[in-house]
């Protein structure tokens, strides 16, 4: 499944000048979504093999659970530098699965109840209905956040834009 909605995104988009691909940790190493290359190679493979210019931007270690919740908690309510806004018709996996993550109490307190997400992927159980796509969602919102990209480019300086 993976595979085919990358292969999907590839083939539907011509090349890019230049697309950069947020790694969280768990990128680099992992092979239990793909094959025997970890899914940082693999994603960025594909994309160079069909003429994309890609960066990888490695996030780091993961953060801390609590301060990872308050970051998009804040970012919903709309006090971070960035709110997230969904398009509802393009993004329904990921709204449902937002809506439907779990909530488990362990030793550490509170966490996303990630009990689901080394069972095999199914046609009824999608990974993106899961918490590997809220996860997904989570690594897209901290690294525009915390690694936001600057490019180069003016502002009219009459202070009308």
């Known amino acids: 499944m993976v595979k085919s909605k990358l292969w999907n995104i590839v083939n539907s988009h011509p090349p890019q000048q230049d697309r950069s691909i947020l790694l969280r940790c ?19 493979h594909e994309f160079e093999r069909h003429g994309w210019t890609v960066e990888s931007v490695y996030l780091g270690n993961a953060m801390r659970k609590e301060e990872k919740y308050l970051l998009i908690n804040q970012a919903f309510a709309g006090k971070q ?32 109840d990630k009990s689901g997400e ?14 590997d796509g809220t996860d ?4 897209l919102y901290i690294g525009c956040e915390k690694f936001p990209y600057r490019e180069a480019f003016s502002l009219p300086t009459t202070g009308i834009l």
């Open 26 to 44: 768990t990128a680099l190493g992992s092979n239990y979504a793909v094959n025997d290359q970890d899914f940082r190679w693999w994603v960025v």
């Open 81 to 112: 530098r960035l709110m997230p806004f969904f398009n509802r018709s393009n993004n329904e996996d990921l709204i449902l699965a937002i809506q439907s993550a779990g909530v488990r109490r362990g030793r550490n307190g509170f966490d996303k």
């Open 118 to 131: 080394k069972l095999a992927e199914s046609e009824e159980d999608l990974l993106e209905h899961r918490t």
């Open 136 to 139: 997904a969602f989570d690594t």
